[in-house]
């Protein structure tokens, strides 16, 4: 297309554009979700009382309104899980041969499969994110991982040539409250394919779909204490972390946690892996097909709210395109639908927290401060719950925290570039490299700009792509450290000499 | 009449070149002064091989093939000099075996590293070994076998290294320092730092621009160390001295995914 068809294809900004347009509420019903009043921690394949006496209230963030009562593991708690997954280990799931190990995983996908609908009201509940989001994308993933992992527990030596892998014993495993089942899935199923037992510790916030897999392992006859569960907030994390008989840790969350960790197990030989932070470089040329490039960008920073570890917060627009690009983007966050996340309409749901609302407000008034221009598309936000509209800022200098530091919210920073260099020169200019994004319609500068990035994943003329046959993570302080694909199996398996 | 010997002066080697300290120390090694770098040498040794790293890990994989192959033939044409500074010239010819291994490792690890990645959507996607970028590496003993196992796996994927030489043994890293000099490494590719592990090491686990460290050779407190290097997420590689690995190339690599759509 050439640059003049382009400018008489777009709008302008004062365009009709169908904001008024009202839509009936169309919400999900919560009744398939079923949910105790209190939880315990799933050790040992039972619920068991938390040694701690301790609990907490886990709510929904688009309501307020308290969900359930969870245990909030102590010193005690984990120690007894541990034993329960090194007892598991030592006795039964070693000696389990690797077909049958893979079989236990395909039903786990399957039971997935078939209770997907559940899980999906149950993760928009408490966490807040977009039932679509989590029907579409959370549970066809998190049952896809299970099947991928499946298939590869009775293949482990094709994945490591000239080596004999066997497992590591105990996995440790903590996950952050984005994608929690999702998440879940990408730490249990290859760490269970390659022959380990877990310990996971679901977020503090979202603890609710990772104690309903446990009814899944319990379906899916899984030997008890393969899969154990201990719920609560970062302290029960660090009793884990420190825990002298877990053989490897599973990160996914900060980086400023991710460093203590790593610091936590220096000199132990502990195995860990790391999935941190991000500040995604999201770079369209002056050739890219606009309009899908604009999905793009909305799809890179307003999807789950932005609570997503490789969301493009980093808008890098080619000066010549800059005022066409902004005025698209503008057009379309005013039709962004922000409200119930159990709304099959909704674009954008809840924040998942109080405390990442005040987090994400801090770090926009910082903007505001220091001096980058704020647009947020009208829109009404509900009274109660925790909300935030989707914000775009403009006159950004790479030097402000807003450029700088991730936000994990709806917030995205536009910078501008004249040459590719400088695109890539502003797009590397930080400490972490998870992903990054080009749009361009010519196929030699995506290779060279792939190349060049110094990301650990590289969407070109697309954004927020994720398949369990692809390896995910990070580059620099983004962390260390594959899942996904047959490298996601490296994390869980020690390579003895063949 | 007896000739009276020309001696050596051992250096530091940064930057393809040999400069003293400078800070002017030296220490007592092997019956010779060797060069005390400081941490301000470290510093200058990683800025240097920053620097490198584009060119180098930018150059085709056969060609950096080629240059690991030179190293082998300037080491093979130096086995007597090696051979005096290590454990001897069965030391020598399977460090200079070594080499060559390595050397043909270069353009294969993306076939045998890398991946085709069948998603379940319109997209064509692949996975790319990419260096992490400096390395510091603490050589550890057998002095020249073991300097050997530990930088070829680093340098053959694309990284430049910055090695703190063995306190007790640091002229076979100098005589090892001439062969690369000769051998069509790029400047900056491999810095070799002598002096004391208790000054250097900090100071190459605690730099920021360090992505990546080689603490097999480390005899202190490698805790400790670890936890520098966990400042900017480094990763920290405790392998063995005497290993022949792709494994342990891959251990300094990153991998790269990338997606694109697949459409008319």
């Given at each position: 297309m050439t640059k003049d068809k382009r400018e008489v294809a777009h709008r302008p900004e004062t365009a009709a554009i169908p904001t008024g347009w009202e839509y009936s509420p169309a919400p999900e019903s919560r009744e398939v979700v079923h949910l105790e009043e209190r939880y315990g921690l799933f050790i040992g394949g039972q619920f068991v009382e938390p040694l701690s006496n301790e609990r907490y209230t886990t709510i929904d963030p688009a309501r307020e309104e308290p969900l359930a009562e969870v245990a909030q593991a102590g010193k005690a708690d984990v120690d007894r899980a541990v034993k329960a997954a090194r007892e598991a280990y030592a006795e039964r799931w070693s000696s389990v041969r690797p077909s049958e190990r893979a079989k236990y995983l395909f039903r786990i996908a399957r039971i997935l499969q078939e209770r997907s609908r559940e899980f999906a009201v149950l993760e928009s509940m408490n966490g807040g994110k977009p039932i679509r989001e989590s029907r579409d994308v959370d549970l066809p993933l998190a049952a896809a991982h299970f099947f991928y992992y499946a298939g590869w527990a009775d293949k482990l030596e094709y994945a490591f040539p000239n080596r004999r892998p066997r497992a590591l014993g105990v996995a440790g495993q903590i996950i952050p409250w984005n994608f929690p089942l999702l998440m879940l899935a990408w730490k249990i199923a290859p760490a269970l394919a390659a022959g380990n037992t877990v310990v996971l510790k679901p977020a503090e916030t979202t603890p609710l779909s990772a104690l309903l897999f446990c009814d899944v392992v319990r379906q899916a006859e899984l030997p008890p204490g393969v899969v154990n569960i201990v719920t609560g907030d970062g302290r029960t994390g660090a009793e884990l972390v420190s825990h002298p008989d877990v053989n490897k840790i599973a990160f996914t969350g900060s980086t400023e946690v991710g460093k203590a960790i790593q610091k936590t197990l220096a000199g132990t030989g502990k195995r860990l892996s790391l999935e941190l932070g991000g500040k995604a470089a999201n770079i369209i040329f002056d050739d890219a097909p606009l309009d899908q490039a604009v999905e793009g960008i909305v799809n890179g920073i307003y999807f789950n709210q932005g609570h997503v570890c490789c969301a493009g917060s980093r808008l890098l627009v080619e000066e010549s395109i800059y005022e066409t690009v902004i005025s698209k983007l503008k057009r379309r966050m005013r039709t962004l639908r922000v409200g119930d996340p159990l709304d099959k309409n909704t674009d954008v749901g809840a924040i998942n927290s109080k405390q990442q609302l005040d987090k994400i407000g801090s770090l926009v008034q910082a903007g505001i401060d220091e001096g980058a221009e704020i647009y947020q598309p009208p829109c009404k936000l509900p009274e109660r719950g925790y909300w935030f509209a989707p914000t775009v800022f403009t006159n950004v200098a790479q030097s402000y925290r807003i450029a700088q530091e991730e936000i994990f919210g709806p917030v995205l920073s536009v910078l501008t570039f004249r040459t590719p260099d400088e695109a890539i020169e502003k797009a590397n200019n930080t400490p972490y490299g998870l992903s990054a994004g080009v749009w361009t319609e010519k196929g030699s500068r995506i290779l060279a700009m792939a190349q060049r990035l110094r990301a650990g994943v590289v969407w070109a003329n697309t954004y927020n792509r994720f398949d369990p046959a692809s390896p995910f993570g990070g580059y620099k302080e983004s962390g260390f450290g594959r899942e996904g694909g047959r490298h996601g199996l490296e994390s869980y398996v020690a390579l003895d000499d063949a | 009449m007896s000739r009276l010997p020309v001696r050596k002066t051992y250096k530091l080697f940064i930057g393809g070149a040999f400069p003293r300290s400078e800070s002017g120390r030296t220490y007592d090694a092997e019956d010779a002064n060797v060069a005390r770098g400081s941490r301000k040498d470290v510093r200058e040794a990683v800025r240097i091989a920053r620097q490198a790293g584009a060119a180098w890990s930018g150059m085709t994989a056969y060609n950096r093939g080629q240059v690991l192959y030179r190293v082998a033939e300037m080491m093979e044409t130096r086995r007597a000099e090696l051979a005096a500074y290590c454990s001897g010239p069965d030391e020598v010819e399977r460090s200079i075996d070594r080499v060559v291994w390595y050397a043909g490792w270069a353009d294969k690890l993306a076939q045998v590293i890398g991946s085709a990645n069948p998603v379940s959507g319109p997209y064509f996607n692949f996975t790319v070994p990419e260096p992490t970028g400096v390395t510091g590496i603490l050589a550890p003993e057998p002095p020249l076998l073991g300097l050997v196992s530990r930088l070829a796996p680093v340098i053959v994927g694309g990284n430049t290294a910055v090695l703190i030489a063995s306190?007790?043994?640091p002229l076979v890293s100098i005589e090892l320092a001439e062969c690369l000099a000769t051998?069509?490494?790029?400047?900056?590719v491999v810095n070799i730092i002598t002096g004391l592990r208790s000054e250097l090491a900090p100071a190459i686990a605690s730099?920021?621009?360090?992505?990546a460290l080689d603490l097999t050779g480390a005899d202190g407190d490698v805790a400790e160390l670890e936890r520098l290097g966990a400042e900017n997420v480094k990763r920290i590689v405790r392998g063995r001295a005497d290993s022949q690995s792709p494994y342990d190339i891959a251990a300094f690599l990153e991998l790269k995914t990338v997606w694109h759509p697949i459409g008319m």
């Open positions: - | 306190e007790s043994h051998a069509d490494v790029p400047p900056g730099h920021m621009d360090v992505l």
